[in-house]
């Protein structure tokens, strides 16, 4: 199909729930992406967070090529071994004792506030009101009803009220307003330990670590949402290794399949003992093929130098927005960690993100204002010299009009 048809067709069949790019993506390479009239765009966005190896990636394809030969999905009725190995890598490199798999962001999410109200209910039997959950302004926790209930932007909330009771927000980073709004009634407290959607903004360890003894001393669950944060995006395997904190819940997915579906909730022992056969479930949740390409992903992001890479990678392109920034007045602010970095503009950052496209750079927004480069883990320091010549003339040019 002509890029022209495909556009007008997708009008007339898909829901309109986004605002697309104005081409059509054929394939990619790398760090590269080509659309169906063979331009060629460097991808500062990685599918939001999620393609860490980058497109074409010969470990991932044979992994799910071989494993997709034997057996692609059978259902959580069966054991299979891809499952069980993934599951070891991702307890045995973190603070959790156990995985429940999903397939995305929100129900990794939607998992963790379960857990939460079961483990309340079991250590608490004497107090039916302890369902009350502290989120944060900025916050992105997902769509479904529980995730769009922690999520803290009206625009999402709104077309789809009520939500779920007891949810309140204070501001992210004030630990005197989270211990102002916990009480005994508190059964979790979701966090982001880097807000994406929100801004690209970077917790305090000595926020997220109060919050670890706020919760602990209400007997209420923390949960990390690392999400987007999570599995190497912040030159870590997990963000919160940055803080100083461990939660007993922690929310992962995007990365975690190689672009397939997958999201999984880990979890403390503790929590795991209020969670019985048949409480939770997953048709799909980390099928043997998206665990063979999750085990590749998790593999490459802990071999030698790669976490090095990703926090080099991208402490220089905050360098060099920052040098940039005594020279271009649009730039007000530059922050983030890892390869997740959010310029702050005088400007909408959409408009960057629409002449980045017609320069063949793709980057994303986090909000209104702010600008959003979440590329590949792979990238290497060469291509991110590319990517900052191209990118500090854009915001100069566009934030003079
Ligand atoms: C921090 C965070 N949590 C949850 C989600 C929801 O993930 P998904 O879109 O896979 O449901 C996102 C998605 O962007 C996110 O950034």
Do not use: W
């Not at 969670?275 to 998206?290: E, M």
């Amino acid at each position: 199909m002509e890029k022209s048809e495909i556009m007008s067709q997708e009008k007339k069949y898909i829901l309109n729930t986004y605002g697309r790019a104005d081409f059509v993506l054929d394939h990619g390479d790398g760090i590269y992406l080509y659309d169906t009239e063979g331009r060629r765009y460097i991808d500062c966005l990685a599918g939001i967070a999620v393609n860490a190896l980058g497109y074409g990636n010969k470990a991932v394809v044979e992994a799910l090529s071989r494993q997709a030969m034997k057996l692609i999905h059978v259902s959580n009725l069966y054991h299979t071994e891809p499952q069980v190995l993934l599951a070891q890598q991702l307890v045995e490199n973190s603070f959790g004792d156990k995985v429940f798999f999903c397939n995305s962001g929100t129900e990794a999410i939607e998992a963790c506030l379960k857990f939460s109200r079961a483990r309340a209910k079991k250590n608490f039997p004497d107090n039916p009101n302890k369902f009350d959950i502290l989120a944060f302004h900025g916050s992105f926790h997902g769509r479904t009803m529980g995730a769009l209930s922690v999520t803290s932007r009206e625009k999402y909330r709104l077309p789809f009220l009520p939500l779920l009771p007891g949810v309140r927000f204070v501001e992210f980073n004030d630990l005197e307003a989270a211990r102002a709004a916990v009480s005994k009634n508190t059964c979790a407290v979701v966090v982001e330990p880097l807000q994406g959607e929100g801004g690209v903004n970077v917790a305090t360890a000595e926020f997220l670590q109060g919050l670890r003894e706020l919760t602990r001393a209400h007997g209420a669950s923390l949960i990390f949402d690392e999400v987007q944060c999570g599995v190497g995006r912040t030159g870590r395997l997990f963000a919160h290794e940055h803080f100083g904190a461990t939660p007993d819940l922690m929310a992962l997915a995007k990365p975690l399949g190689g672009g397939f579906p997958m999201g999984a909730a880990l979890l403390t022992e503790e929590v795991a003992e209020a969670i019985h056969p048949g409480d939770h479930a997953s048709t799909f949740g980390a099928n043997p093929a998206i665990c063979a390409a999750g085990l590749v992903v998790i593999g490459e992001i802990l071999s030698p130098g790669f976490l090095e890479n990703v926090a080099a990678v991208g402490s220089f392109i905050r360098a060099e927005v920052q040098k940039a920034k005594e020279f271009i007045p649009a730039i007000r602010e530059v922050r983030g960690l890892g390869q997740l970095t959010g310029i702050e503009l005088t400007v909408k950052a959409q408009e960057i993100v629409a002449e980045g496209f017609r320069r063949g750079l793709i980057l994303g927004t986090a909000g209104d204002y702010v600008l959003r480069l979440a590329p590949p883990l792979i990238m290497q320091m060469e291509e991110a010299r590319i990517v900052i010549e191209q990118l500090i003339p854009l915001l100069a040019e566009t934030g003079k009009k």
